[in-house]
């Protein structure tokens, strides 16, 4: 009789637990399935490598360093390296200032400002550390020509201007 007891209880048992306990989550679950998108992006298409050629075999190595010396070609264009430095070819072009102009028995000169010194130059002289010649002093500026090394070590010739400060603009 104990046996029939037990069965019967254990048989109670189960159907008690057979409950829709979790309905909510087993819902939630069947409503994700049908929302969330099943297609997945396919991976981008790779690139061929394609690998590089240098063929720059007859261009200087840019590694290797090199001091610029003038060229010895006849008939070049070159700087007068013998020639006697003037007081303005110490400083840096951009560190010289044109302050104003002086005309003297037809002759114009310019008045240039470096490290708090005013010098007087003309169409001639030289100024700047790229052996700068003056070419032409107008009333708002100094032209020069300039020769300097390029890349290859020839010398090239480039035009420079210093043009005049306002001293009125600064207050």
Known sequence: MIRP????????ALVGCSGERYQDLQDYMKEAETTIPRKIEPLPEMKAYTPFEYA???L????RPR???????EGGLQPDLNRRKEPLEAYPLESLKMVGTLEKHKEFFALVKADNTVYRVKKGNYMGQN???ITDIGDTEVKLKEIVQDAAG???ERVSTIQ?????DKK
């Open 5 to 12: 007891v037990t069965i019967f209880a254990f048989c109670l």
């Open 56 to 58: 720059a075999f007859d």
């Open 60 to 63: 200087p190595d840019p590694f």
């Open 67 to 73: 001091k610029l010396t003038p060229t010895k070609s």
């Open 131 to 133: 052996f700068g010649l």
């Open 154 to 156: 020839d010398w090239t």
């Open 164 to 168: 005049l400060i306002d001293e009125s």
